[in-house]
């Protein structure tokens, strides 16, 4: 089967070398037919045009400070059957995409969603969740191998994670887009009710992975510590008021600040955060509450495409893998140099590096394209492993290898 022409939107707001870490991933895509646009600042837009991609992608300049308003500005000119959206701070396996765009082939499917995993790029940080029309979330439980379609309804629905997830084109422009009226925060969640509300399914594809950093931000540090809750506070309200009824505010926004002050304390008492930054910080979200119901919220009508040409990514399309295996304390020049002609052959290529103790895993995409898992020959993978375990050489190789086989296949 023909898989469908994609758009993925990238929208990046002063953070220039995410961005490019991010463009490198999605040049090593395996869908044959897929075209990147990115909406960002003018500075990462320059650096994204010097570093070579002005001809190889589209290029939006964008300086306002709403993620929701970027997305639309990029789905206009979008001119894929389906359009994906990853964060700049997010790196996609190889097979991210085409597993993804897959399911459309359903005439019903509306949205879908994988899974994403932490800055380790082993551990998962979401895999699945229900929202509803308060914007709480609710445990959904998915088969992990396959891909599985969902129903909705206009209060409860599959909730998508920003970083890792597609809607069809037509049905995205049909539902008015994304609301500017959230500028930061539960702007997919109101999507994907609007969308099921609608008649649409949800396709949940749990092996379309993305690796999610939480790169630092005017909300947050790079530790996951907020430095405002403003947006959170102003979205919220704004999300009450699209789709829950008046008698539902006041228990909705109460727990939303026990949560939040949950939150804070928690980073607190481990040291991360100053106890006189706590009361600042709630008084923020204070304000945001403020702000979100005292925004004009208007109609959401249908968004018209700007009929721009499809744009294809050169060089994507199924490429073979290749796994370098690689050990002791100092990188290994002959490791290095197969890894690097390994690439330069148009393969994806990891470089599997043991190193002796017990030391967890990590594996991450390096700027030069190749992706390196480094660890303790002794060392778990998984956060949920003992932190010691015992492998021989060629056993923890094998175990890695067909780990990675389901994104990256072994030559």
Not at 352 to 380: S, T
Request: glycine share 10%; charged share 20%; proline share 8%.
């Amino acid at each position: 089967m023909t898989p469908p022409r994609l758009s993925v939107i990238v929208v990046s707001r002063h953070r220039p070398a995410a961005l490019l870490l991010c463009l490198t991933g999605l040049a090593q895509s395996d869908h044959p037919a897929m075209e990147v646009i990115v909406v960002a600042d003018p500075a990462a837009c320059a650096a994204v045009a010097a570093a070579g991609w002005a001809d190889r992608l589209r290029i939006l300049p964008f300086d306002e400070a709403n993620i929701a308003a970027a997305r639309n500005h990029g789905l206009a000119q979008a001119a894929g059957t389906v359009v994906a959206f990853i964060d700049d701070d997010a790196v996609p396996e190889p097979t991210w995409a085409s597993r993804l765009a897959a399911p459309f082939a359903h005439p019903r499917v509306g949205a879908a969603g994988g899974f994403v995993r932490g800055r380790n790029g082993i551990s998962f940080q979401w895999r699945a969740l229900a929202v509803d029309h308060l914007g709480q979330d609710h445990p959904l439980e998915v088969d992990p191998e396959g891909v599985s379609l969902h129903e909705g309804t206009s209060t409860r629905a599959v909730k998508t994670q920003g970083t890792n997830c597609a809607f069809r084109r037509a049905a995205l422009l049909a539902a008015g887009g994304f609301d500017p009226a959230f500028r930061f925060y539960l702007d997919e969640a109101d999507v994907n009710l609007r969308l099921a509300g609608a008649g649409h399914l949800t396709a949940v594809v749990p092996r379309a992975e993305v690796i999610h950093g939480f790169a630092a931000s005017a909300r947050r540090r790079a530790d996951r510590v907020p430095t405002d809750l403003t947006d959170i506070g102003a979205s919220t309200a704004v999300f009450l008021r699209r789709h829950a009824p008046g008698a539902d505010h006041g228990p909705a926004l109460a727990r939303l600040r026990a949560e939040q002050r949950r939150r804070l304390i928690a980073h607190m008492l481990a040291g991360r955060l100053d106890p006189g930054a706590v009361a600042p910080l709630l008084r923020g979200l204070e304000s945001g509450i403020a702000q979100g119901f005292d925004r004009t919220l208007a109609p959401l009508r249908p968004l018209a495409g700007a009929g721009a040409a499809f744009l294809p990514l050169p060089g994507t399309g199924p490429r073979p893998g290749w796994l370098v295996l690689s050990a002791g304390l100092r990188p290994d020049p002959r490791a290095e140099a197969e890894a690097a002609a390994a690439r330069a052959g148009g393969a994806v290529v990891t470089l599997l590096r043991l190193l002796p103790g017990p030391r967890r895993h990590r594996l991450w995409l390096r700027p030069d394209g190749i992706w390196e898992q480094r660890g303790g020959l002794w060392g778990a993978s998984l956060r949920s492993d003992p932190a010691l375990r015992f492998w021989r050489p060629a056993d923890r190789a094998l175990r890695e290898a067909a780990r990675l086989e389901a994104t990256r296949p072994v030559a």
